[in-house]
Each structure stands twice: as C-alpha cells, then as structure tokens.
C-alpha cells in the first residue's frame, strides 16, 4: 500500500503502520461524531436535575457542570475514549517514525538551503512547556533524543492527520495559515510587509502560507523546541519555501526595536500561560514598526458566546484531560484588552471562515475550497 504524500518530510507508513493510524482516526471520529452529543442528553435527563433537586437552582457555571458530570458513568466513559484515542494516535505514528528516524534527519539537513536555521542550545523551555506533554504527546515537543533529533516535528506532524480525521496532514496543516491571510488580505488588503515574524512556529506549516503570499517578505518563524524547528526547516526546503527559522521565547524577542511589519501567531497563545501572555503581547509591539500589524489566530472558543454550559464543559476537555492547563483560560480572555493594554491602537477580533487557498493571482486570491472549512477567532491590533 503506496503512499501519495504532501511533501518529502513527511514520514511514509507502511501498511500495518497504516492501518493501524486509519482504525484510531476511525475511532477518534465515531467518538466525535456519535459519542460525545450523548453528553448533553446525560446532563439535560439526569445530572442537572439531580443538582436542581439537591440545590434548588441549575448550576452556575461550566466548573460547577464539569464536577456534576464527572460523576455520570456515561460521561467517564466517553472521557475515557477521548483519551484512549489521544494516546493510541501517538503510539501508532511514534512507532512509524522510529523506524525512519535515521532517514528523517538526513531529509532534514538539505545541501543546498534555500532559508536558515538558528537553535539556541542554552534556552531553557518555559515551565508551561516543561510541566506536561502537550496534548499528551511523550516527550512533548522540545525533547531530543538523538542528535539532529526531528522526531517530534514528525510525529506531530504525522499524527495531526489523525488528530484532524485526515484533513489537516502534511500540506493540509497550512489551513490555519490560510485563514490569516485571507483575513489580512480582507482587513488590510494593502499591508505588504518587509519583514514577518510567526511566533511559535511549530513544524512550519501555518508560515509557509505567508512566506508564499509575502514573497517579498523577509519570513522570520520562532519556537523554544529545537525538533520541531529542525524537521521545520526541512519541510519548508522540501517545499521549496524561504524561511529563517531561530530557537526564540515569545516573552523575550531577539530582534530589535521597530524592525518587523506583520507578527503574528497561529494557535499558540493556549500554549502558554497567564504571566507570559502579556509578555508576549509586549514583545509584540515592541518589536512591530509604526504602521505594523500584529494578529494572534486561536482555537474558536469564546466561552462569553457559548450559553450552553454542558458545550463549555466539553469544549474545556481538553484543560484537565489533554495536558493544555491554558485552554480554558484563553478561552475566557478579553483578548481586544490585552492587545490595547500593550499598546496597540484599532484593535479587532472576530472569527474568519477558512475557505480559500492564499496565492496571488490578477484578481488577489485564487478560490480553491479548503479541504476542512471551519472558522478560527482572530485578534488583531495595529501600531500607531
């Protein structure tokens, strides 16, 4: 069983390792899709009335129904499977990339580069890094286990797939670097920046959409993990894309003052925590010229739009089961007030559609469907 893969990063399974990555995300999407609405029924039908008749009111908040359900058999059990399923889809991509792990790094390092690549062996990752392995991958993303270690670039890379019923693997993973730049092409449809700054890159795959839209641009990408930026930097010279690629913290940049136009991140604020989200929001504007725009792309929960409680409860999940503490608390954050505390002037936020393929053609965009159209919520600012 022959593969057709996005890019030559990207590790080859063969046909057990296949099979095996197909029946958990087989799996992950029947608990998705017929599992969890049971939830709601559980909470509607006996939970929340057992807390009424104990009480006298309906619960307050997700917290107070989060404690409730933790005691319903049905919600354990539809618990237990998220997590099974978690588990199991890293085990089948770790087992696969072990194999090629040797292979991997050589396709890592290629002759002739078209961008860079600067690590930094005396960082030391954060403690909202250190403390657990986030979203339950061993080892999470920073650890080396050999030297010139890609291995957890590519099982997260890998296992993304799974992760997003196969629609987010290899190429797929630009989706979330598409929707930003069909939302700057729409906002600031004359930004045309010289220097951009992706703050916690990861494999690579949200930067590339704007290194290929800003072809102009000088395309900076930062994370703390030096795995994931190696297998980065092999991916975006697989796809033949210019990127410099530096081992940073977001809470301390090392680029000067007013030297760069666009900063952004894609999915990373709920990685961190609440002391070093306004440090980053801090560096952010430190570093953007007059003119500049910064543009922070999240998961799409904002619990002040979300009445149902039992939603919140299991949208927040992933805080006390998938070893993401931040979650919840993102997904509470006034982000329009974190920004103008920074500084930052016309400040917006918002959810944008992802539905186009970002590259330029006579009209601006060229209207090919994106595989999984959703929507993201995006908070921008600009420095005056």
């Given at each position: 069983?022959?593969?057709?893969?996005?890019?030559?990063?990207?590790?080859?399974?063969?046909?057990?390792?296949?099979?095996?990555?197909?029946?958990?995300?087989?799996?992950?999407?029947?608990?998705?899709?017929?599992?969890?609405?049971?939830?709601?029924?559980?909470?509607?039908?006996?939970?929340?009335?057992?807390?009424?008749?104990?009480?006298?009111?309906?619960?307050?908040?997700?917290?107070?129904?989060?404690?409730?359900?933790?005691?319903?058999?049905?919600?354990?059990?539809?618990?237990?499977?998220?997590?099974?399923?978690?588990?199991?889809?890293?085990?089948?991509?770790?087992?696969?990339?072990?194999?090629?792990?040797?292979?991997?790094?050589?396709?890592?390092?290629?002759?002739?580069?078209?961008?860079?690549?600067?690590?930094?062996?005396?960082?030391?990752?954060?403690?909202?890094?250190?403390?657990?392995?986030?979203?339950?991958?061993?080892?999470?993303?920073?650890?080396?286990?050999?030297?010139?270690?890609?291995?957890?670039?590519?099982?997260?890379?890998?296992?993304?797939?799974?992760?997003?019923?196969?629609a987010a693997g290899g190429a797929g993973m630009e989706g979330r670097g598409r929707t930003l730049v069909q939302f700057l092409w729409e906002k600031y449809p004359d930004l045309s920046p010289?220097?951009?700054?992706?703050?916690?890159?990861?494999?690579?795959?949200?930067?590339?959409?704007?290194?290929?839209?800003?072809?102009?641009?000088?395309?900076?990408?930062?994370?703390?993990a030096a795995p994931l930026l190696r297998y980065a930097h092999g991916r975006a010279e697989a796809l033949g894309v210019r990127v410099r690629y530096a081992q940073q913290n977001g809470e301390?940049?090392?680029?000067?003052?007013?030297?760069?136009?666009?900063?952004?991140?894609?999915?990373?604020?709920?990685?961190?925590?609440?002391?070093?989200?306004?440090?980053?929001?801090?560096?952010?504007?430190?570093?953007?010229?007059?003119?500049?725009?910064?543009?922070?792309?999240?998961?799409?929960?904002?619990?002040?739009?979300m009445p149902n409680l039992m939603e919140q409860v299991l949208r927040d999940w992933q805080t006390y089961y998938n070893d993401e503490p931040f979650w919840g608390r993102v997904c509470e954050?006034?982000?329009?007030?974190?920004?103008?505390?920074?500084?930052?002037?016309?400040?917006?936020?918002?959810?944008?559609?992802?539905?186009?393929?970002?590259?330029?053609?006579?009209?601006?965009?060229?209207?090919?469907?994106?595989?999984?159209?959703?929507?993201?919520?995006?908070?921008?600012?600009?420095?005056?």
């Open positions: 069983m022959a593969e057709n893969l996005p890019h030559q990063m990207l590790p080859r399974a063969n046909h057990d390792e296949l099979a095996g990555q197909q029946f958990v995300q087989a799996m992950k999407m029947h608990v998705s899709s017929k599992i969890t609405v049971g939830n709601h029924k559980v909470y509607e039908h006996t939970a929340r009335q057992a807390f009424e008749k104990k009480h006298g009111r309906p619960p307050n908040t997700r917290h107070e129904v989060r404690r409730l359900m933790e005691q319903q058999p049905y919600h354990q059990m539809w618990g237990s499977l998220m997590r099974l399923g978690q588990e199991l889809m890293w085990d089948t991509v770790i087992e696969s990339v072990d194999r090629q792990l040797e292979d991997l790094i050589a396709r890592a390092t290629p002759k002739h580069r078209l961008g860079s690549l600067d690590l930094d062996p005396t960082l030391h990752q954060p403690r909202y890094l250190a403390a657990v392995d986030q979203h339950g991958q061993p080892g999470s993303y920073y650890t080396d286990t050999c030297r010139d270690d890609v291995r957890a670039g590519a099982v997260l890379d890998r296992g993304a797939s799974i992760y997003h019923f196969g010289s220097a951009i700054l992706d703050i916690g890159c990861s494999v690579g795959a949200s930067t590339l959409p704007l290194a290929r839209y800003f072809p102009d641009a000088e395309v900076h990408a930062i994370d703390t301390n940049l090392n680029f000067e003052d007013e030297s760069l136009d666009l900063v952004v991140s894609l999915v990373v604020l709920h990685e961190t925590s609440t002391k070093a989200l306004p440090k980053i929001m801090s560096e952010c504007y430190r570093v953007l010229r007059p003119g500049g725009v910064v543009a922070h792309l999240e998961v799409p929960v904002r619990y002040a739009d954050t006034d982000m329009v007030a974190a920004l103008a505390q920074a500084g930052f002037a016309k400040v917006y936020e918002g959810y944008q559609k992802q539905t186009l393929d970002p590259r330029r053609d006579g009209e601006g965009f060229t209207t090919v469907p994106d595989s999984r159209p959703g929507r993201w919520y995006v908070a921008t600012g600009t420095k005056a």
